[in-house]
C-alpha cells in the first residue's frame, strides 16, 4: 500500500521569503502525485499534480514541485509567499487500479504553514 | 468553473441518528469519491464510484453506504452515528477518461454529532 509522509507539521516563514514544503512518498511503481491546499473550514483545492514526463511542474499560485524518483520526493516550492498563502498543505499519492481508474487518494498528514509580516 | 457542489454545508445531528450527504459533480465527470475528514486530521478515503458502480472501498464503516444515481450525483447514507463521526464530510469528482484522473473537491459538508 501507498503512503505519505510529510515530515514537517508546521513551518513559519517571513512574508516574502522562499519556501519549500516536504514531501516522500512510498509506493512500488511511479505514483502520480498532488499537492492540495486547505484554508480553515474550506475544501481542498488542487495546487498542481505529477504524472510523467518533466519532473518539474508548475501550478497555480505561484507554485511548483518537483518529482526527484531516487529521493521518492515531491517537494513543494515557492520563490517569494505572500500573507494569503497561510494554510494547510496537503501533499497526496493516487495510484491507477486495474480497472484504468484512479484509486482513493492517499493523503499525508499535512504541513501548517504560518507567514510572519 | 462549475465546481463540486455538496449538500447541506452544515449538519447536527443526535447520536444514533441517520444522515444524508449529497454530492454533484462537475458536469461531465463520471466518477466521485468520498472521504472524511476529522478535526486536525488529513483526509481519509471512504468509497467512490465510476458509472454508478463501486469502484473503490477505503475506511468506511459498515455503518455507512452510498451510492451514485443515473444522474452521476452521489448520497452518502451515515446511520447509528457516532460522535466520532462528526467530521468534515469532502466529496470529490474526476472525469476517468482523462489521461491523469484528477480529483477536484468540493467544499464539503460539516457533520456534527451530539
Known amino acids: 500500500a501507498q503512503s505519505v509522509t510529510q515530515p514537517d507539521i508546521h513551518i513559519t516563514v517571513s512574508e516574502g521569503a522562499s519556501l519549500e514544503l516536504r514531501c516522500n512518498y512510498s509506493?512500488?511503481?511511479?505514483?502520480?502525485l498532488f499537492w492540495y491546499v486547505q484554508s480553515p473550514g474550506q475544501g481542498l483545492q488542487l495546487l498542481l499534480k505529477y504524472f510523467s514526463g518533466d519532473t518539474l511542474v508548475q501550478g497555480i499560485k505561484g507554485f511548483e514541485a518537483e518529482f526527484k524518483r531516487s529521493q521518492s520526493s515531491f517537494n513543494l516550492r515557492k520563490p517569494s509567499v505572500h500573507w494569503s498563502d497561510a494554510a494547510e498543505y496537503f501533499c497526496a499519492v493516487g495510484v491507477f487500479n486495474s480497472g484504468g481508474g484512479a484509486d482513493g487518494l492517499t493523503f499525508g498528514k499535512g504541513t501548517h504553514l504560518i507567514i510572519q509580516p | 468553473a462549475a465546481g463540486v457542489i455538496q449538500s447541506p454545508r452544515h449538519l447536527i445531528k443526535e447520536k444514533r441518528e441517520t444522515a444524508t450527504l449529497k454530492c454533484y459533480p462537475i458536469?461531465?465527470?463520471?466518477?466521485v469519491y468520498w472521504y472524511q475528514q476529522g478535526p486536525g486530521q488529513d483526509p481519509q478515503f471512504l468509497i467512490s464510484f465510476y458509472e454508478k458502480m463501486q469502484s473503490d472501498k477505503g475506511s468506511i464503516p459498515d455503518r455507512f453506504s452510498a451510492q451514485q444515481f443515473s444522474d452521476y450525483h452521489s448520497e452518502l447514507n451515515m446511520s447509528s452515528l457516532e460522535l466520532g463521526d462528526s467530521a468534515l464530510y469532502f466529496c470529490?469528482?474526476?472525469?476517468?477518461?482523462?489521461?491523469?484522473?484528477?480529483?477536484?473537491f468540493g467544499p464539503g459538508t460539516r457533520l456534527t454529532v451530539l
Open positions: 470529490a469528482s474526476s472525469f476517468r477518461s482523462q489521461r491523469v484522473d484528477t480529483q477536484y
Open positions: 509506493y512500488g511503481a511511479t505514483p502520480y
Open positions: 458536469p461531465r465527470h463520471d466518477t
